[in-house]
């Protein structure tokens, strides 16, 4: 049983590539949290279940089970941690529709700190992150401001092994300190 000094933490992915350097992130936070016994229980939620949005598939005020069992898990949770590649300069459409879900009434991601993580091109996936700090606002999420954390996948030296482990000493160092700062974000907005 998790002390109350232990936030939960839904980590989402916005690929679904089973290689995802971006999951890659995730699984390092999973990591970190266990291994370094930060306060956090990072558990990933995954998002290839759900549906495209539909709302015809809300039937008496019921989502379909998949959608049910999304939005319990973020309900669960204490803060957010996102990690989403950049598709043509925005959030990739999985993450969107996962938010796009979450969102409907009640709404289930109102009032949560959040942190945003990326890997991708040039820009290691920033503009994305600009996308769905905006997309934010309407949800009610709150995100940490710094650090911000963006890591180019395809510069050498690769930091990412074949399988997306994310496996670069320094990026894991900094992946660490975003944690930090939602740690103290979530307990903030909690009051404790
Ligand atoms: N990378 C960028 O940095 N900026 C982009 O705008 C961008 N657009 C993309 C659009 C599509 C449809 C796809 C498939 C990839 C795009 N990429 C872009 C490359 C992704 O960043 C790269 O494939 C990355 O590895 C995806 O993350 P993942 O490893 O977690 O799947």
Redesign the pocket.
């Known amino acids: 049983v998790a002390s109350p000094a232990v936030i939960k933490v839904a980590a989402i ?1 916005g ?1 679904l ?1 089973k ?5 890659g992130l995730l699984r390092s936070a999973v990591e970190i949290s266990e291994r370094s016994a930060n306060g956090m229980q990072v558990e990933l939620i995954d998002v290839s279940p759900l549906p495209m949005i539909n709302t015809d598939l809300e039937v008496d005020g019921r989502f379909p089970p998949a959608v049910e069992a999304f939005r319990r898990k973020v309900l669960e949770a204490d803060s957010i941690l996102f990690a989403s ?5 925005s959030v990739a459409p999985p993450l969107k529709n996962a938010i796009d879900w979450g969102s409907r009434p009640p709404n289930v991601w109102a009032g949560k700190a959040a942190a945003i993580v990326s ?7 920033g ?1 994305a992150q600009y996308h769905l700090r905006q997309i934010g606002v309407f949800v009610d999420l709150h995100f940490i401001n710094k650090p911000e954390f963006v890591v180019n ?1 395809f510069q050498p030296p690769t930091k990412f092994d074949g399988e ?1 482990n994310l496996v670069d000493p320094e990026t894991k160092e900094r992946l660490k300190q975003v944690l930090q700062a939602l740690h103290r974000l979530t307990l903030q907005l909690q009051g404790r």
Do not use: I, K, L
């Not at 290689?19 to 999951?23: G, I, K, L, Q, T």
């Not at 890997?119 to 996936?125: I, S, V």
């Open positions: 992915c690929s590539r290689a995802s350097f971006n999951r590649p950049e598709y043509n300069y890997a991708g091109g040039g820009f290691g996936g503009r996948a997306g």
